[in-house]
Structures are given as structure tokens and as C-alpha cells.
């Protein structure tokens, strides 16, 4: 299962970490908790999603869990996915297996970002594929620390590798 | 916001570019080439409909909702062309094909379109 393994007690500087349970519910681990209702906060604003916060962040919570659910599916073909926030919505980054391009994936990402957009109107987001590379190579298209982590086990520090 | 001519002539100058450059080893140069043609096609196809976007977000979503088959090429365009630009492996000639063939499909699509949309306007 793409479920993600956490060491207890490691200090929290890249990506807030989830754990994806098999009810369909999505956890944070404890002490990334802080962290992730301030990113809930900010991605919430970068939606726009300004009147109820709260109910927000349950849609995104599901947004978080259907997208892991995507990529659990896959896993031959992707090894990490990462959501980010900034103007005008989310952007998520699925980190594939193959060092190239995956042009074969490119269809299974427009079909998903489709169900996406239908399902979590309020979760604007476009979807990107980013071939498997070093970490510096990563972590030029987003910054960890602004980042969730929605399935792999791979982090974008070296130290996580 | 330019007119649906001024796209045009954009979308015909990066063509030319890329005739010019097609060739070259600079791979990289040729997807990122493609992929602002394809913006010029895409505005070209909205300002028909006296639509615009303002930014590759904004474009993205007004293709998603309301031209999502002329997404599926479009979507791999920016995306390839925003890999290419910050990865650091060189972009192989087989790939390019696969960004001429994604253009192709996108301007078949786009033509029909304004077609439509000239038509009926």
C-alpha cells in the first residue's frame, strides 16, 4: 500500500507529511500538525476559499485522499506527489518513476485533473507531471516547505532519500 | 489583449522560429518554441470568441471548462516545455516529435473550432 512511513520525532522542514488511512480519511502526523493547518490556512487564500475556512479544509482533506488514491494505483509509473498553493489555486506535482518524460501518463492526468475539477470545484488546481530526478532538481519547481505531501515515501531533502 | 490577426501572426512567427531551429541541437529551445505557439493558437481560438487569458493558470482553466479536448495536447505542451526548462537532462529528438505531433493535434482541434465559432458568430 502507498500508505507513508514516518520517523517519530524527525523535525519537520519539508513537506508536511500524511497518513492516509483505509477508510478513505486522511491524518496529520502530530508534529507536522501545526504546519499543515497553516497550510490549510494559506491554500485555502490562494482559492480564494475565504468564507468558511473550516469547510474548506474538509473538501481538501478529500482532494488529498482521491488524490493519493490516483496515485496508489499507479504505482509502476509515479513515486511521489506533492500539492503547493499560490495565486489562483493549487498545483500539484506528481513525481513520476521514469527519469524521462511520461507522454503515456499525460492522458491519465488530464483525466484526473477533469475529476478533479468536477469533484472539488472549490480546490482549483492544475496538475503536473515532473520526471523522477535529484532533489535540487525537484525542489527548483516548488518549495517543500510550502508543500503537502499526498503519496510516496521519497521526500525532496537529501537526508530523506 | 491582442486581436485574433495579432495571434495569428504570432503563432506564424514562432513557426518560423522553429523551422529556423528545428534542426539544432538546442532541443530544449524547440519544446519551450512549440509550446508559445501553442499559446498563440489557443488565444487565437478564444479572441474569436472575444475570450482571453491572462495567465497559463487562467488558460488552463478556461480550456478545462470549456475546451477540455483541446486541453489534452495543450496540457502536455506546457507541461514538457516547464520541464525542459529547469531539468537538467538535454530533451531527446524522439521527445520533439512527440511536441510536433501534441502541436498538430492542438491546431486541428483550435481550427475547428474558430471554424465553429466564426460560423455561428
Known sequence: MGGLKHAAGRQSTGPVRLIFGSAQKVEVIAEDK???YMSVSEAAQAC??????A???DEFKDFLVDLHKWCSDRPERVESCFVTWGEGGLTVYVITKSEDYDFGLDDELHELDLHMAAVYPDCPAEILQIPSGSHDELNSFFSPERSVQAYGDKGTTPEES | MGTREQHRKKADRNQAFIDEIRDSKFTEWIAIA????AVHVIEEMLAVSGSHAT???QRQAILKAKYPEILRPFRTL??????????????KTAQVEMLFHALERL????????????YSG
Open chain 2, 34 to 37: 512549440v509550446f508559445y505557439k
Open chain 1, 34 to 36: 501545526h504546519r499543515f
Open chain 1, 55 to 57: 469547510l474548506w479544509a
Open chain 1, 48 to 53: 480564494k476559499a475565504f468564507s468558511n475556512a
Open chain 2, 107 to 118: 491546431e486541428q482541434l483550435a481550427k475547428l473550432e474558430i471554424e465553429e465559432g466564426s
Open chain 2, 55 to 57: 495567465s497559463h493558470r
Open chain 2, 78 to 91: 506546457y507541461n514538457f516545455a516547464l520541464v525542459s526548462r529547469y531539468q537538467f537532462r538535454p530533451v
